[in-house]
């Protein structure tokens, strides 16, 4: 039996320009593809409407070439994956996985970015428009949001490649997650949008990848993603989180520090190399 052919993929949401954090899981997922001879592929996670910018989107080509990283292209987009995602919502639907909540909450706008550090990570929920048993559906309502419920108590375990033994409990690390938004136009076309989870595992099923590279503090992500993959009958692929960038006193570099932009950092005359051996020096 010969090895199965290695595919990655680069992630990158246009909602700002790549910093110093990207460059070190992209060369580590370009770097790793490279190693297997295998192939990269480059997915745009633009699904938010109000936060996506073509400009974002041209820089981030840009940067990633600067940087040396080639993927095999096409580029594609998640914002044209729409009806994908949707598939997959509905066969959750008759699994009886997932329900309505209505209720309003902040982090509703926030769902389809990936939540990124502990402070920014979607709040365990606190069940309340939780159906006392699983129920499948075919109808699904209009105007609701949807979330994915988690068998509370139960310890979701993977090995990551970098990290080792991981174990995130449902119900008390992670809840209740969103899978679906409602639509937030009353254009009957707008059917809403998946959450950046559900979008994450359709995408990463259908091209079929074998090795997620991501950073760690989208870990208990995985776990969610891993009981998606399960409801839906997908494979879960390899996981390798990078550690994130800290300086000297082990403080996490700022992300969204426009200092550590790609860009800046090259308007300030370094070259790929220096970026690459900064990274290389912040990343423990
Ligand atoms: N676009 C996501 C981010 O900004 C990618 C998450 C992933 O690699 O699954 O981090
Ligand atoms: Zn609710």
């Given at each position: ?22 460059a ?40 990633l ?19 994908q995602y ?23 706008a ?16 606190d ?11 075919d ?7 949807y ?10 375990r993977?090995?990551?490649?970098n990290?080792?033994?991981q ?7 992670f ?29 990463d ?12 503090d989208?870990l ?10 399960r ?9 390798f ?8 006193h ?15 950092l ?9 970026v ?9």
């Open positions: 039996m010969s090895a199965e052919p290695y595919i990655g993929r680069l992630a990158p949401s246009p909602t700002g320009l790549l910093h110093l954090g990207h070190a899981t992209f060369w580590t997922a370009f770097v790793h593809a490279r190693q297997h001879k295998g192939t990269l592929l480059l997915r745009n996670e633009d699904l938010d409407p109000q936060r996506s910018r073509q400009e974002y989107i041209d820089a981030m080509i840009e940067d070439h600067w940087l040396g990283i080639a993927w095999t292209p096409p580029m594609f987009a998640q914002s044209q994956r729409t009806a949707r598939a997959a919502f509905e066969r959750l639907l008759a699994t009886g996985t997932v329900y309505p909540c209505t209720c309003s909450r902040r982090d509703l926030r769902m389809i970015q990936a939540p990124h550090e502990e402070s920014d990570d979607e709040p365990v929920y069940g309340h428009c939780r159906p006392i048993a699983e129920a499948s559906s109808t699904l309502e209009p105007g609701v949001n979330r994915f419920r988690v068998p509370d108590g139960e310890t979701i993977f090995t990551d490649r990290l080792g033994a174990g995130f409990i449902a119900g008390i690390d809840g209740d997650f969103l899978v679906w938004r409602k639509a937030l136009t009353t254009d009957p076309a707008d059917v809403g949008l998946p959450s950046y989870q559900l979008a994450c595992v359709v995408d099923a259908e091209t079929n990848i074998t090795e997620v590279v991501r950073g760690e989208l208990k992500s995985t776990a969610r993603q891993i009981l998606l993959q409801a839906l009958g997908m494979r879960t692929p390899a996981y989180h990078a550690h994130l960038l800290r300086d000297e082990g403080t996490r570099l700022a992300k969204r520090h426009d200092a550590l932009a790609l860009r800046t090259r308007e300030h005359g370094l070259t790929p190399a220096d690459l051996a900064k990274v290389a020096r912040f990343q423990r």
